[in-house]
Each structure stands twice: as structure tokens, then as C-alpha cells.
């Protein structure tokens, strides 16, 4: 199975830099998502990483370290539309490429 | 391109009722799913498909029942619905293993 934690809530100054962190144990592994949520909304990508590194993608920057079971998600210039909660997904190895989702952390992005 | 279409988009059920949760794709997607997410939770995974004809339970698939007879198509059964399944319901589809999901807007359901 996956166990995957996230923090719960997570306070940032809009123009600031925020880091999400997500950490994961899991019986198998292809690839980690990062979605965003805004309260009442269907989730939308943000990013996906398999192998280990750093991918960019505008303000938005995601991390991979495979053998320390470890995730994180960089925002960068936050501003106030940042605010939304920031779900971390595990894919397994199986077919149909399923994903385990942890509980979401809350960004509140404050003036 | 509509994306993913989820209908209806909020529902009150009574406990017993049945109901079906419609949602239809047209990106031509062979993988999708059937979430629920409870308030400041995740998703978690009721039933999926790699494609029609083909389906397969997920992490919490009691009380739930899928088909998929087309490509598009992949509707969620509710039987004898209950309280414990007042959530909000989201379909997702994606095009490869490797690739992320597109998502519904949600199906808000209340059981009373």
C-alpha cells in the first residue's frame, strides 16, 4: 500500500517563497504528482516527476529523491490566487497507472 | 473540447435511494477513475477502467458499481445510498499510465 504525508495547513506573505513538502512510503513507484485545488474546484496538474531532480515549470518548481521517499513543491512570487490546497500523489507500478493521494495541504496566501 | 463532464453537479439522495453519477469524456482517454473526497481529505480511489469493457475496484469500492461500454462513457451506481457516502465525486480520465489526470468538476452528493 502507500502512506503518503503531507502538512495539513500552511500560512506564506504574498511575493514570498513557499516550500510543501510531502513524503511517502510505498510498496511500488512510478512517479509522484503534484495538483492544485482551489476550495470548491476539481483538481488541476501541476507536475510530475519520475526520476530524481528538480523539474521548473514557471514560479512552480517540483522535486524528487526516490531513496528518501521524499517531495517537494516550490512556489516562488506567491500571490494571492496561490491559495488553494496542494495535493501530493504517488503512482504505482500497476496497470491503468493508479494514484494514491495524500490529504492536500491548505496554502493561505496572505496580503 | 469539454474535457471531462460530470452530471449532476449537486444531489440530495435519502437513505436508500439509488442514483447514478453520469461522466463522459471526449479526449478520447482510455484510463478513468471514479474519486470520492471527504472535507480536507484526499482522494480516494472507488473504481477505475483501462478501458471498455474493462473495470476494477479501487481503495473503497462497497457500496459502488461501474461500467464502461464505451470509450466515453463511465457512469458510477450508487445503491442503497447511505450517509456515510455524502462526498463530493469526482471522474478523472487520462490518456497513458505516465500522464496526468483531467478531472470532472464534481458531483456534490448529500445522503439524509
Known amino acids: 500500500g502507500q502512506n503518503i504525508d503531507q502538512p495539513t495547513e500552511m500560512t506564506a506573505t504574498e511575493g514570498a517563497i513557499v516550500q510543501i513538502n510531502c513524503t511517502y512510503q510505498?510498496?511500488?513507484?512510478?512517479?509522484l504528482f503534484w495538483y492544485q485545488q482551489h476550495a470548491g474546484e476539481a483538481p488541476t496538474f501541476l507536475s510530475y516527476n519520475v526520476l530524481d531532480g528538480l523539474e521548473e515549470k514557471g514560479r512552480f518548481s517540483s522535486f524528487l529523491s526516490r531513496s528518501k521517499g521524499y517531495s517537494y513543491l516550490l512556489l516562488k512570487e506567491l500571490q494571492m490566487k496561490d491559495s488553494a490546497s496542494y495535493l501530493c500523489a504517488v503512482r504505482d507500478e500497476g496497470r491503468a497507472g493508479k494514484s494514491t493521494f495524500g490529504d492536500g495541504t491548505t496554502l493561505t496566501v496572505k496580503p | 473540447n469539454a474535457g471531462v463532464t460530470q452530471t449532476p453537479k449537486f444531489r440530495i439522495l435519502k437513505i436508500g435511494q439509488s442514483m447514478t453519477l453520469q461522466c463522459t469524456q471526449d479526449?478520447?482517454?482510455?484510463?478513468m477513475y471514479w474519486y470520492r473526497q471527504d472535507p480536507g481529505m484526499g482522494l480516494k480511489l472507488i473504481y477505475y477502467?483501462?478501458?471498455?469493457?474493462?473495470?476494477d475496484k479501487g481503495e473503497v469500492p462497497n457500496g459502488y458499481n461501474v461500467s464502461r461500454s464505451t470509450t466515453e462513457d463511465f457512469p458510477l451506481r450508487l445503491e442503497l445510498a447511505a450517509p456515510s457516502q455524502t462526498s463530493v465525486y469526482f471522474c478523472?480520465?487520462?490518456?497513458?499510465?505516465?500522464?496526468?489526470?483531467?478531472f470532472g468538476q464534481g458531483t456534490r452528493l448529500t445522503v439524509v
Open positions: 478523472a480520465s487520462s490518456s497513458r499510465q505516465y500522464t496526468e489526470a483531467f
Open positions: 477502467s483501462v478501458g471498455a469493457g474493462i473495470t
Open positions: 510505498t510498496s511500488g513507484f512510478n512517479g
Open positions: 479526449m478520447n482517454h482510455n484510463y
